[in-house]
């Protein structure tokens, strides 16, 4: 039995919703969304500073409510970030710490990714014994159908999408999943990764019947329809833009035949495309209107005052390629888009080029329309936040920090928990934020090791100058968080690093 409480509301006259007997105030929203970009880079929004791509549904999104600017990941990739999430632990705590596919210790599984256990508290867990209803549409990376991570054993009263992060490469999947039952959409699939060495690329060639974020956005917009008198939490992990590059072709065409020059030919993975660059455009403006129609949803049904939303991405841009060079993995050019913003490092790494993400919140009357803020925070912050934002007592065990308070009056966040990556994928590495500062170690499952390296990343965000020699005293005092916080994992081992070198 989860152990929450809801808090004693105050009646007062402008109260948004009545559940039981008990009337929610005007600063706790009757709704949540929260809606995860997939690989989205922390320069490829309008209202980041993107140049190339349209986004005006989220750059809209921004205007009406408050920009972080210093907002990380839990984790560098998919899984991990998502189980930080879902469950507030940091990389030190959580249980999953890498995409370690389910049938590397399940056998009985031939999809989807190693289970959270039974005892793991998801916030959906806890909204929904609170008196929420809780639903996910998009891509869920925590545990296969059957499992003790699947959706509905981790507190998801709907779930359409894809169970498995590994089918997700594909938009045009055999299958999607709805709760624990397989839904075939395509019977004729496509591949997730397919080279063409020589011939013309087409688009055709890699184009099903039935698009994917086509059925799971309908799914979410029937969702909000069926639940606007009720409380609920809509968690929408959307697919774009994730590689491979398959957006329909009305998507493509509104950018530019000139940006390509030539085809990508799958030699970094996933699938060919002849119009790379147009293609990834396309991607993130079809995110857009995802967005969009969530939105005109909440409008339609009367819900846009009532409903925190939330956007965020689970990691940064997509990381290099070496078997066609000019391209990133799956043809994404980050370069030519400034996917990073100048940022260091991309998807797979715990610099902040692949952990600083996008992050807007917006709630009229409540949260400052177009504000900025630059506090530090990070994906283990929102269990204890979303628990506030709507008056319920999380539980004990959590790592992050409200940002509530900090959201909504812009007071100082008094952080009582440490923030940093335990990551033993890519090398192994570990990064500590403090305060202004950041230390980082990467390689540490390598046979040569990197050194430490600290940042001063208010000041050197680009990380561009190590100041490790002149500051052992943060190194030691990130040796010494990792020490406390850091919990072994047999499933994904790594040892803190306690020297100093």
Same mark, same amino acid.
């Not at 846009?304 to 066609?324: M, P, Q, R």
């Given at each position: 039995?989860?152990? $929450? ?14 559940? &039981? ?5 005007? %600063? ?10 997939? /690989? ?16 005006? !549904? ?35 705590? =959580?249980?999953?710490?890498? !995409? ?10 031939? %999809? ?14 806890? #909204? ?38 590994? $089918?997700?490469? @594909? ?14 959409? !395509? ?11 020589? &011939? ?17 956005? /309908? ?10 008198? %009720? ?19 009305? @998507?493509?065409?509104?950018?530019? @035949? ?19 660059? =147009? ?14 129609? $969530? ?43 400034? @996917? ?43 269990? +204890? ?24 009056? !812009? ?32 390689? #540490?499952?390598?046979?040569? +090791? ?9 000041? /050197? ?37 306690? /020297?100093?070198?």
């Amino acid at each position: 039995m989860i152990k $929450v409480g809801l808090t004693l509301c105050v009646l007062c006259l402008c109260c948004l919703a009545v559940t &039981g007997n008990c009337v929610i105030a005007q %600063e706790h929203p009757a709704n949540i969304v929260l809606i995860l970009a997939d /690989d989205l880079g922390y320069g490829e929004l309008g209202c980041y500073g993107q140049q190339k791509i349209r986004t005006p !549904n989220i750059d809209r999104l921004a205007s009406q409510g408050v920009r972080f600017t210093q907002h990380y990941s839990g984790a560098p990739v998919c899984a991990p970030a998502r189980c930080v999430l879902m469950t507030g632990q940091h990389l030190g705590h =959580a249980e999953i710490r890498g !995409n370690q596919q389910a049938k590397k210790l399940f056998p009985q599984f031939k %999809e989807g990714q190693h289970p959270v256990s039974q005892e793991v508290v998801t916030l959906p867990m806890v #909204l929904k014994q609170a008196g929420f209803v809780t639903g996910a549409f998009g891509k869920w990376g925590l545990g296969p159908v059957g499992s003790t991570g699947s959706p509905a054993a981790k507190g998801i009263d709907e779930f359409f999408g894809y169970n498995c992060q590994a $089918v997700a490469h @594909s938009y045009f999947p055999r299958h999607l999943w709805r709760n624990e039952e397989m839904i075939v959409i !395509n019977e004729r699939p496509i591949p997730g990764a397919q080279r063409q060495p020589d &011939g013309e690329v087409t688009i055709e060639t890699w184009q099903g019947t039935n698009y994917a974020p086509a059925l799971m956005i /309908d799914e979410a917009e029937q969702f909000i329809g069926r639940h606007a008198r %009720e409380r609920f939490f809509l968690y929408l992990p959307f697919v774009e833009p994730h590689v491979s590059l398959q957006p329909p072709l009305a @998507s493509i065409d509104e950018y530019p @035949s000139d940006w390509d020059t030539q085809p990508y030919r799958g030699g970094n993975g996933y699938l060919p495309h002849p119009r790379p660059r =147009a293609a990834y455009a396309a991607m993130i403006s079809d995110l857009d209107r995802h967005v969009g129609r $969530v939105l005109q949803s909440l409008e339609k049904h009367g819900l846009t005052e009532k409903t925190l939303v939330i956007f965020t991405s689970d990691n940064g841009a997509t990381h290099e390629g070496a078997g066609e060079p000019q391209f990133h993995i799956g043809g994404a050019d980050p370069k030519f888009f400034q @996917s990073t913003s100048n940022l260091k490092g991309y998807k797979g790494s715990v610099y902040e080029g692949g952990i600083r993400v996008p992050m807007i919140a917006k709630l009229p009357g409540v949260i400052d329309a177009g504000s900025t803020n630059e506090t530090p925070c990070y994906f283990a912050d929102w269990f +204890p936040t979303l628990c506030a934002a709507v008056a319920v007592t999380p539980p004990e065990n959590l790592d992050g920090t409200s940002l509530w308070k900090t959201i909504t009056s !812009n007071s100082p966040l008094e952080r009582t928990k440490p923030m940093l990556w335990f990551y033993p994928e890519y090398g192994g590495q570990v990064a500590v934020r403090l305060g202004d500062w950041k230390v980082v170690r990467r390689g #540490l499952k390598t046979k040569k +090791p990197g050194g430490w390296e600290v940042y001063h990343i208010v000041d /050197d965000p680009s990380e561009a100058h190590d100041l490790a020699p002149t500051h052992p005293e943060l190194i030691q005092q990130a040796i010494d968080i990792l020490q406390r916080e850091v919990t072994p994992n047999p499933v994904f081992p790594m040892e803190v690093p306690t /020297d100093m070198s």
